[in-house]
């Protein structure tokens, strides 16, 4: 009869010494690091406001004939114009998100005033096709698209010195 308790009492043993290794861990927690709350994991950002001035007169890619020019023998391709465009949206879509808000062509305001004399609001009443207050890329090359055509008066493909000159000369 003894071995019998000698028997049992191995396999008792066998599971309950783990059992109370681990019953022992119940109520404690093991210290990892602070408590991490999910609202303060991530620090605050105040929002962006969008710079007074996105991109300096002197640095707008459709700001001078001699710059555009440059690249097409004395010049502008529509290729070179449209290239300059669309850099010229991705400098002044300062919340990256692929558009112009009234905001962000207020910030640019005074290059558009060198481009064509015009207002944001101008802009946005000519550019907006679809009425939603801001200018996508899509609309914004239509836009310069017809710029370009309106500039190349001879409608060769390119414009020449005398074509920029006569299309951005001031309104009297």
Not at 7 to 24: C, D, F, R
Not at 75 to 99: C, P, R, T, W
Request: negative net charge.
């Amino acid at each position: 009869m003894r071995r019998t308790h000698k028997a049992l009492a191995l396999p008792i043993l066998a599971l309950g010494l783990p059992l109370a290794v681990l019953s022992g861990c119940g109520d404690t927690e093991k210290d990892t690091g602070p408590e991490v709350v999910p609202e303060a994991s991530a620090p605050f950002v105040a929002p962006s406001e969008v710079p007074a001035a996105v991109v300096p007169p002197a640095d707008n890619p459709l700001g001078s004939f001699d710059r555009l020019a440059v690249q097409a023998d004395g010049q502008i391709s529509s290729a070179v114009y449209a290239k300059a465009a669309q850099q010229l949206f991705e400098m002044m879509d300062v919340e990256h998100d692929g558009n112009l808000s009234a905001e962000e062509l207020a910030a640019g305001a005074r290059l558009l005033v060198q481009i064509d004399g015009m207002t944001p609001d101008a802009l946005l009443k000519i550019a907006d096709n679809d009425k939603d207050g801001k200018i996508n890329l899509s609309e914004w090359m239509a836009y310069h698209n017809g710029r370009f055509t309106r500039f190349d008066s001879n409608g060769d493909g390119m414009i020449s010195r005398a074509e920029w000159d006569a299309a951005i000369k001031p309104a009297s």
